[in-house]
């Protein structure tokens, strides 16, 4: 249907369900009139950028009247340098988002299916469903992907399955055996993207990156990585993804020709030396997580220990006026809702002062709410 005077809109997107980003700090603190909101909720990393990212971005801003280079070179072969790649296997993207949306765009023809793990990332449900593809979900055991169902689930129309390692929203691993068993079986005709957004800080000795399987020479999997994450770069839009140069070079046809600016191939080619950093983001978001892991079990809390920077927690009571109330007191959260578990909460780690307020906050907030 159409009340205006246009023509119909394509037939995929009436299955689009419109994305619920993190509530932004300062809509917080403009709808409520309240200053020194804190952001927990979209799992940035709490320290801010990476110093040497802001460096190189500051000197380049005055290059911002060049088109940038199209094929991001030099931050290309800075990440195959990283990992020991040929430039050719590697594809960066506006965030891994945008690769995501490439996957779609390159293999998905309408009614064609993906298959994924309920709850994950929505981001993989958007970018099949817009190209008319047929999403697939196999329901996490115990909030881990469940790879034996997510085999049993492909069929002849299946062109890919997203295997998000750690998972979001829950920060649980698959682990090398369950991979290895999956892989063993996964017919080669169906593209296995494995999205490692929180691999930086993954610190589990069961873990096994996808890019071992790039390594090995499958031409059937893709390992997708980000800036957002642990680099502190989310604002600036830049992920990336690791492949057989046959797989990348087929994706990059439905490529946008400047698909990542300038000041972003710049800052992520400065992040990715700043290994200080990154170190440095690890270890505080390991303290955090132990501060919050402590606080949830004295609440009688359970919780989900994390390979991520974020906790997936069961609160008890319905999250929806937790979130509400949370905000007034200047702390934005994810609820559980959204993934279907209304009383569950997804918080990210923030500082040690950001941990404590939420602490705080919540303490309070649920305490109001059971009087
Ligand atoms: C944050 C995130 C991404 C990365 O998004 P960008 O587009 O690179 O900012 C990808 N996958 C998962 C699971 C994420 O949580």
Redesign the pocket.
Known sequence: MNLNNLPDARKALENIKPYVPGKPIEEVERELGIKNAIKMAS?ENPLGPSPKAVEAVQKAITKLNLYPDGASHYLRQAIGARYQLDVGQVIVGN????IIKLLAETFLNPDDEAVMAKPS?S?YDFAVTLMGGKCIFVDCVDFRHDLDGMLQAITPKTKMVFI?NPN?PTGTIVTKKEIEKFMAKVPKQVVVVF?E??YEYVDHPDYISGLEYVRAGYENVIV?R????IYGL?GL?V?YGIAAPELISLINKAREPFNVNLLGQIGAQAALADTEFVEISREKNAAGKNTLYKYFSEMGFKYWPTQTNFIWVRINTDCRPVFQRLLREGVIIRTGDIFGYPDFIRVTVGTEEQNERFIQALGKVLKELTV
């Open positions: 799992n965030g891994s988002d945008e990332f981001e998000c979001n999205d957004a929180y997708l980000t800036f957002s994450k989310a839009r992920g």
